[in-house]
């Protein structure tokens, strides 16, 4: 699940001996379920080893400095995007996906770094967005403008991912979160630093916990955490919604990376997810809409939000060596450099 860093890491010795019968995902922590990969290893008698990252930057990272024997990553849409322009992917053989007609075509339509699906399949589609403990806190705007009460000095957490972060102050401007325009990006930087001065810290691993147990009244994060760690009785003074100025979205795909060892078993995997009996499984393990349109008719749990509530959000697209001026922000943003 995004921003959980709860893993469990296998030797990488171990990954780098596997043969055919093998398949090993790096991917998200808790992303997909343990129930779906042991029903997909009994069926096809294939080994799954899951190696899980915290980060886009993390994965992204790990691959370019050399790291070997992963076959699948799921990253979301700048990082495919990215990936597929470095060349670190397998073009997919869509012959091989057989269900891949019960994706949503929306969802493809908003995938401009990947038009034909040539190298990345989607799984999940989703937002960002603010957790309130209600126990703590009753009055208060549904708005990313919660970030600059001073009254919740301390009590208040934000993402630590530059993307997220920028996005949310530029949403809240009026701007997009693709912008490049120098005046735009600036005025994100500063909204950013008054936030800065009234959140407790920026926060990828622990805003789930901390909002639950009431360390902090007001995080900003994945709403799917946040319902994924917290009881029936405790969710009762949960709030979590989209802030009304809109916020970010993201897709994140299946890829075959280039190396992989196991290529017939990924194209298994992929179509595997796509069964909409398999796809019902993982949105109500995750508690998000699927992008899977057959299995919505089978979903038994209620999602933290609607696919129609993503309509207010933007994709974050990858912006090429534009890049730069969000780094040198979040930079002077989180060091002050």
């Avoid at 029903?39 to 691959?63: C, G, H, P, Q, W």
């Avoid at 994100?188 to 630093?193: K, P, Q």
């Avoid at 979590?240 to 078993?265: C, Q, Y």
Wanted: with cysteine; charged share 25%.
């Amino acid at each position: 699940m995004k921003g959980i860093t709860v893993c469990v890491f296998l030797v990488l010795v171990s990954i780098l001996t596997f043969g055919s019968g093998n398949l090993v995902i790096y991917c998200w922590s808790d992303y997909i379920p343990e129930e779906v990969i042991t029903n997909f290893s009994r069926e096809y008698n294939i080994s799954v080893t899951y190696d899980t990252y915290d980060s886009n930057e993390t994965m992204f990272a790990k691959l370019r400095a050399g790291a070997r024997g992963y076959d699948l990553a799921v990253p979301s849409a700048d990082y495919t995007s990215i990936m597929i322009k470095e060349n670190m992917l397998l073009e997919i053989d869509r012959s091989k996906i057989t269900n891949f007609e019960n994706i949503d075509p929306a969802v493809i339509e908003k995938m401009y770094y990947d038009p034909q699906n040539r190298f990345s399949i989607p799984y999940m589609v989703g937002t960002t967005g603010i957790a309130v403990n209600t126990k703590y806190l009753q009055d208060y705007p549904r708005s990313w403008s919660i970030f600059e009460m001073a009254e919740l000095r301390g009590k208040m957490t934000l993402l630590d991912d530059m993307r997220e972060v920028l996005g949310a102050a530029l949403k809240y401007l009026g701007y997009s979160v693709n912008t490049t325009d120098l005046k735009q990006l600036n005025e994100a930087r500063d909204l950013v630093l008054k936030w800065k001065s009234n959140i407790a810290k920026f926060d990828n691993e622990l805003f789930a916990k901390g909002v639950i147990s009431g360390e902090f009244w007001v995080v900003h994060g994945y709403g799917e955490n946040i319902f994924y760690d917290a009881t029936e009785e405790e969710l009762e003074n949960i709030d979590f919604f989209i802030p009304e100025e809109g916020s970010t979205m993201w897709i994140d795909s299946f890829v075959i990376l280039k190396g992989a060892r196991n290529i017939d078993s990924a194209h298994l995997f992929i179509d595997y997810i796509l069964r909409p009996e398999v796809a019902a499984l993982v949105s109500d393990n995750l508690l998000l809409p699927s992008p899977n349109v057959p299995a919505r008719e089978l979903m038994e749990e209620e999602s933290v939000y609607t696919a129609e509530d993503l309509e207010d959000t933007e994709l974050i697209r990858d912006l090429g060596r534009d890049i730069r001026i969000y780094n040198d922000l979040w930079n002077q943003i989180r060091f002050g450099l």
